[in-house]
């Protein structure tokens, strides 16, 4: 187990114990989150839908100023566009986990995030959107790119005996299925909660060992509920703490390496109890016949 620890490790791949090695070695599901694990989570804004008077730069100003204290990449990608624009100061923030945030605005109230937070309020639209007193202002599109390692990181998985890959994702249907096509995959979970993810790692595991692969501070509680949980080694503090398991390189690349090594681990320790087991079985038969003396009993 040590010597597997020490191999995985100087192949970027930190395992923090002899267990997670024998669960990776027996594990026959891989679970992937989407954004900043199967892609670069790098998104940027690729279209801004008016639906209302305001303009272009009004509705991405007020979607930063409601995103401020965000780490989302979807966020992110708002704030940098609208980085150069004028942003009004907005109170009382306040963050709706895995939804948005809700907001106030010259005494209008803002809502800014995904779909569920909009059909909590009886609101429909897009991917991300922003409303003004209770009327959708815009809907703002963004994209992201799959990792230049993701599909060979895939296909080696599949060469390994893998029986099911599987890309659960709190983003919705249609930016889900763009990333699974993109990465081959025909199996995926969409509009997922963290607590959801972790209840479907959860059913998977009815089937056997499952591996789960994430970066986010939304995915610490399936990390922590998979067999093995792999965080990328560039994800958020919370990730790390709470997987098994670290890319410590920040790519899936060495993934199929950690199995490898920790299947040759559990092969070698099952023959070497088999080995031991043997001897000591043929030690016991010689004794009982009286070919066995102590010495040849003690080594």
């Known amino acids: 187990f040590y010597s597997g620890i020490g191999s995985a490790s100087k192949n970027g791949v930190l395992i923090k114990g002899g267990k997670f090695i024998e669960a990776v070695s027996k594990a026959n599901t891989v679970a992937f989150d989407k954004t900043g694990t199967l892609t670069k989570g790098e998104l940027a804004v690729a279209n801004v839908k008016l639906l209302g008077k305001m303009s272009k730069d009004e509705v991405l100003a007020i979607a930063a100023s409601a995103e401020e204290y965000s780490s989302h990449p979807s966020a992110l990608a708002i704030k940098r566009d609208a980085e150069k624009l004028h942003k009004g100061s907005l109170t009382d923030h306040k963050e709706i986990a895995g939804k948005g945030v809700s907001a106030q605005y010259n005494g209008k109230a803002i809502l800014c995030g995904n779909k569920k937070l909009f059909n909590d309020n009886n609101l429909k639209s897009g991917i991300i959107y922003l409303s003004v007193d209770g009327k959708i202002v815009g809907e703002i599109e963004t994209s992201d790119e799959i990792r230049e390692d993701t599909k060979e990181t895939l296909n080696k998985l599949k060469a390994l005996g893998i029986e ?37 790692v959860k059913e998977l595991q009815k089937d056997g060992k499952v591996i789960f692969v ?23 503090d919370a990730a790390i703490e709470s997987a098994d398991a670290v890319l410590t390189n920040g790519t899936l690349a060495k993934l199929p390496t950690a199995i490898k090594i920790s299947r040759s681990a ?9 080995f031991a087991l043997a001897l000591k079985a043929i030690v016991l038969i010689l004794a009982a016949f009286g070919y066995a003396p102590m010495w040849i009993a003690v080594i």
């Open 164 to 200: 099911h890959i599987v890309m659960l994702t709190g983003d919705g249907e249609i930016a889900a299925k763009k990333i699974a096509d993109e990465c081959g995959l025909n199996e995926f979970k969409h509009s997922l909660m963290p607590e959801e993810k972790a209840s479907t």
């Open 266 to 274: 559990m092969k070698t320790v099952r023959f070497n109890i088999a």
């Open 214 to 236: 994430g970066d986010g501070i939304n995915d610490a509680p399936v990390l922590a509920a998979a067999d093995c949980g792999f965080a990328m080694g560039l994800g958020s």
